[in-house]
């Protein structure tokens, strides 16, 4: 399971740090993901960390903008988005990759419940 | 970018109706093609994963099929929690990318 930080208001050119925590010892099992969702929109991949090493990929459209982290420590997943603007108001979720044999995948099989980040001044 | 395509954006059906949903990709990605369910205010649902293989817990009456660039998710007989809006993704390839979502509707 998955759970969020709670909903946050940011004003244009601000910056904002969602977290996700994970239960039990589930937080090194695999990737974690993270996708926004526009009022009424579709889904949008933002990138993915991976919770043991900390790598990070990034998908090209928040290069620059978005930071991947973690604190083992807490089990927990940080995604950092900066230079805010009043498109980045969305729902985000952290998501679960799989991993089947030792192979990761992209897919995703655990969803937090989501935390919605409006940019508004 | 890898660019999916769902048709159609909406549908209207009746319960016990069977309907399949497209997705369409813009360049092969094998089978590495998932599909969600989405309700509103709920974070999207794995369904299918692998084109064709059932996440544990998944009716039987949703099935996939496909690979390359032409996809379907087909639901043998609607009920009534079906009616909600689907979502293609390819993990091919990143950025990972989602189609625009199919609302199926009470007809």
């Known amino acids: 399971q998955l759970v969020q930080s709670g909903a946050e208001v940011k004003k244009p050119g601000a910056s904002v740090k969602v977290s996700c925590k994970a239960s039990?010892?589930?937080?090194?099992?695999?990737?974690f993901n993270w996708v926004r969702q526009a009022t009424g929109q579709g889904l949008e991949w933002l990138g993915w960390?991976?919770?043991?090493?900390?790598?990070?990929d990034y998908g090209q459209s928040f290069q620059g903008r978005v930071t991947m982290t973690r604190n083992t420590s807490i089990g927990t997943a940080y995604m950092e988005l900066s230079s805010l603007r009043s498109e980045d108001s969305a729902i985000y979720y952290c998501?679960?990759?799989?991993?089947?044999?030792?192979?990761?995948?992209?897919?995703?099989?655990?969803w937090g419940q989501g935390t919605l980040v409006t940019v508004s001044s | 970018a890898i660019r999916m395509t769902q048709s159609p954006s909406s549908f209207s059906a009746s319960t016990g109706d069977r309907v399949t949903i497209t997705c369409r990709a813009s360049?092969?990605?094998?089978?590495?093609l998932a599909w969600y369910q989405q309700k509103p205010g709920k974070a999207p649902k794995l369904l299918i994963f692998a084109a064709s293989t059932l996440q544990s817990g998944v009716p039987s009456r949703f099935s996939g099929s496909g690979s390359g660039t032409d996809f379907t998710l087909t639901i043998s007989s609607l009920q009534s929690e079906d009616f909600t809006t689907y979502y293609c993704q390819q993990y091919y390839s990143s950025p990972y990318t989602f189609g625009q979502g199919t609302k199926l509707e009470i007809k």
């Open positions: 039990g010892n589930t937080f090194t099992n695999s990737d």
């Open positions: 360049q092969g990605i094998g089978t590495y």
């Open positions: 998501a679960r990759g799989v991993e089947l044999a030792g192979v990761r995948f992209y897919f995703f099989d655990s």
């Open positions: 960390m991976n919770p043991n090493s900390g790598t990070t």
